[in-house]
């Protein structure tokens, strides 16, 4: 599994990547037919199911953060 910093932002990454936060915050996902389910930090279970287009936020270490689903199988995360 890749794991890419928030050095490397913005970063679209797939279900088999994750980035780790400034402040040890975690984003991944998993594919859940054409959703994907967003888990941030140790979440056993998704704190949001996005579908293709929509956006959810995480704050995390004082800073804002864009997870974007997209049509591919990946997620776009950025600075917000």
Not at 4 to 29: C, Q
Not at 49 to 78: H, M
């Amino acid at each position: 599994m890749s794991n890419y910093t928030e050095a490397d932002l913005p970063k679209s990454i797939n279900h088999e990547e994750m980035v780790t936060l400034s402040d040890g915050t975690t984003i991944r996902f998993e594919t859940n037919g054409e959703a994907k389910d967003i888990y941030v930090g140790d979440a056993f279970c998704a704190n949001v199911q996005l579908f293709p287009g929509n956006d959810y936020f995480v704050e995390a270490g004082g800073k804002s953060f864009k997870v974007t689903a997209e049509f591919e199988d990946v997620i776009t995360v950025s600075v917000a």
